[in-house]
Structure formats: C-alpha cells, structure tokens
C-alpha cells in the first residue's frame, strides 16, 4: 500500500536536532467528551483543544454506527501561531456501507495554512497550537460515539536511534495469520487485492484476534464471485474501508472505523517508540503499525522494500525484536515473522512517525498512558 512517503515527506520539512528514541518528537492524542448516548443528529462542534505544543501534523479518528441512507462528514480547524483560526478542513466523509454515499476522502483543500492528504492535515510554514473537531451527520440514525485526533511535531531522526526494550519474556499474542498476497487480482475495483490491501488484511487480524468481524452471509457474495478462496473477509474489508478518492482501503480512520462497527473501541495515534508498543503488547493488545522504508532495511521483509505498508505488532521477544504478524507474506501459514527490533523501529518512526491503530473492547484497558498519546 503506497502512501508512507507522504508522511516521510512531511518529517523532512519539520527538521531539527535528533533526539533520542524515547521522545522523538512531541505527540497529544484527545478523544473530546461527547453527549451522553453520542452525537445522534445534526452538527456537533468540539471545543478548542490546546496541544501545549506547536504541532504541524494531525490525524481525526471516530466511532460511528450509519444505517442505511446515512452518513457522517468530520471536519478539523485550527489555531495558528499568530492566534487566528485556519479554515474548515474536511478529514472524511464516512458510511460504513456503500450503497448511499462513497466514503471518501477530500482533496483540493490546501491554503496558506495547511492541506489534507488522505487522512493527515499538514499545517504550512507555521505551527499550530489548538484545534477543534466537528462532526455532521446526515440521513436518519446515524451515531458518533467517540471522536478524537492525535496531533504531532515530527522532527528530523536521522541518525535514528532505537529505543530499550522493556521486556523480560517472549510474549506472543497469537494473532490470526491472513496474507494480503494470496488475494492479488481480486476485486480491481477495490485496488486489486496482493500489496494494496496490507491495511484492511491487518484490521482484519486484530478483529479476528478479538473473535469480532463481518458475518458469514456478510461476504457470502465474495465466495460467489470467487469460489473456493481463502478469507473471503480480507475482501469484504477492502470494499467497507475503501476510499473513493483515494482509490485504496489504506485510509487510516476508515479503517478504525470499519473495527469500530464490530463493537469495538479503536483510534489511530502515534507512539514515540517500541517500548510504549511493549506495554499495549503486555496488556494482550496487538497493534496495526505503519512502515515504510529504503531497500533492504528490513531483514525478512517480502520485497526489497516499501513506499508504505501496514503490519500488525503481535508481540516481542525477551530481547525485544517484534513478532509481527505480517500481511506481505506468500501464504497465512508463513504471516508470522521477527523483525529486528532497531530496522523494525526505525522504519516505523521515521516513515509514520509511530502511527497506529489501537483497536480493543472496551472491557480490556489500555495500558496506562504516560506521554498523553492514547
């Protein structure tokens, strides 16, 4: 799935003074308070939420139900660094059907303040220091219940250096193995299946890990165009996360969101490093994490390398290198791998500066947040 090096891109116009593994860079994730029940009808605008940083990057995430003939639009401004408000920017209009609107992304947005790409507002020239979100609801029956984003500084980490790991014993968490690459060719429509659906393949792992996804009749359509084929809900995920302006299921809260509809809590946020990933590990909480790197920066890796690719982190070994469960494999049975902790880090923080998708009922806790980016 190639988009990482948007977001490589955007490290190399914020460049300062490298700094070490444990605090890359400054990062705030806030899920605002909401109506009791959830936002159930017209317009919903959040107060303004200062950083305590100036921050150039951000990425909106929500929870939402639509039933049919409904659909949600999330809009983002800011503050900048001379106290004024940008303009509305619109970070995705949103069903989790198909049959009423097209879930999209929105282009052409860009000013002098900043601009959209896919997913990520990139502020231009100047910091920002607060924002708000503000959610539209459309139709009859649709429900907000969480509504949150995570905002960045990304700095200049070359030369990176990796982070100490913090664990003592191998854990495994034991993540559903499904390859994206036994899937090339299905479904043209839908971006084609193989290296294009590494997101929508590792959603579907953590949701398989949780015991929650589309039912058997929800794809039953997917073994009548395709007899016979192996995780027939790897497609029915591509359709239900695919971005119609984009032209990709790598859309990152469309993907959270797709998870959400199956009952569970999810966000898209950064980590500063491998470490706080340990805890969300030690807690039985795998993560969909997004990389990207040069070639042959990854021992073990598919291919030589990678413009942008989602994986799952699904545990650690005593020594700290990540057990991945990882869609750019040639079969399930070959999905598990273990990646070197130092290239496997490195080719998180730089690309996405740790971005991720934390997906969980809501009855399993989070592991205590002490940098305030979940």
Not at 89 to 113: E, F, K, P
Not at 217 to 240: K, M, T
Request: aromatic residues 14%; contains cysteine; glycine residues 10%.
């Amino acid at each position: 799935m190639i988009r990482g090096t948007l977001a490589a891109f955007a490290l190399a116009l914020v460049l300062a003074a490298p700094t070490s593994a444990a605090q890359q860079y400054n990062v705030s994730f806030h899920a605002f308070p909401l109506p009791k029940g959830g936002v159930t009808s017209g317009t919903w605008t959040s107060p303004w939420f200062a950083t305590g940083f100036g921050f150039s990057e951000l990425v909106a995430s929500w929870n939402a139900s639509t039933p049919a003939g409904s659909w949600i639009e999330v809009r983002m401004r800011a503050t900048t660094d001379k106290g004024t408000p940008t303009k509305w920017y619109v970070m995705g209009r949103w069903a989790y059907g198909d049959g009423d609107i097209q879930r999209t992304s929105v282009g052409g947005q860009g000013d002098a303040d900043g601009f959209v790409s896919i997913d990520t507002f990139f502020a231009k020239d100047h910091p920002l220091s607060a924002y708000q979100l503000s959610v539209t609801l459309y139709g009859t029956g649709a429900k907000v219940t969480r509504l949150g984003a995570v905002a960045s500084d990304p700095v200049n980490t070359n030369p990176y250096v990796s982070s100490a790991t913090t664990m003592t014993r191998t854990i495994d968490l034991h993540v559903p193995q499904y390859s994206q690459e036994i899937h090339a060719g299905q479904y043209p429509q839908f971006d084609g299946g193989g290296e294009a659906w590494c997101s929508p393949t590792s959603t579907s792992m953590v949701l398989a890990y949780w015991r929650k996804g589309p039912a058997p009749a929800d794809y039953a359509y997917v073994l009548s165009d395709y007899p016979g084929i192996a995780d027939p809900w790897v497609d029915y995920a591509a359709r239900y996360t695919f971005d119609y302006h984009y032209n990709g299921a790598g859309n990152w809260p469309f993907n959270t969101a797709y998870a959400a509809h199956f009952g569970l809590e999810s966000e898209v946020t950064q980590l500063h490093s491998l470490a706080e990933a340990e805890q969300f590990v030690k807690a039985g909480i795998p993560l969909v994490a997004s990389i990207a790197f040069e070639p042959n920066k990854l021992d073990g890796f598919l291919f030589r390398g990678t413009d942008g690719h989602l994986l799952v982190i699904g545990g650690f070994t005593a020594g700290g290198d990540v057990i991945s469960y990882d869609p750019a494999s040639s079969s399930d049975a070959t999905v598990r791998h273990v990646y070197d902790r130092a290239q496997f880090e490195k080719a998180w923080m730089t690309a996405t500066g740790g971005i991720v998708y934390v997906i969980h009922p809501a009855s399993v806790a989070l592991p205590t947040p002490v940098a305030g980016n979940w």
